[in-house]
């Protein structure tokens, strides 16, 4: 089993910035990627950004040159640099650890963007 811990979310105004993070522990043996995921009131699960173990990143259309993701120097830690957010980035974000064949999910964190 992996464990998934987030933090950094909250509230922020429109054009502020705030900066997830998420670490995982446990039976951590093969991390193909990392990445966060976000579902907002009344919507689906959607990908945010995901980086792989090479560092490759991709990212919805909706965050490209907003938002960046990174991993620690442990490597089994990612974060998510939220820069001029807009109010449709409300949304609850979830951390992603793609372990084939199991993908683990953190409890999600609480992100409220105000105009």
């Known amino acids: 089993q992996v464990q998934l811990v987030e933090s950094g979310g909250g509230l922020v105004q429109a054009g502020g910035s705030l900066r997830l993070s998420c670490a995982a522990s446990?039976?951590?043996?093969?991390?193909?990627?990392m990445g966060w995921y976000r579902q907002p009131p009344g919507k689906q699960r959607e990908l945010v950004a995901r980086?792989?173990?090479?560092?490759?990143?991709n990212y919805a259309d909706s965050v490209k040159g907003r938002f960046t993701i990174s991993r620690g120097n442990a490597r089994n830690t990612v974060y998510l640099q939220m820069n001029s957010m807009k109010p449709e980035d409300t949304a609850v974000y979830y951390c992603n650890v793609d372990q084939f064949p199991i993908n683990y999910w953190g409890q999600g964190t609480q992100v409220t963007v105000s105009s």
């Open positions: 980086i792989t173990s090479a560092g490759s990143a």
């Open positions: 446990g039976s951590i043996v093969s991390i193909r990627a």
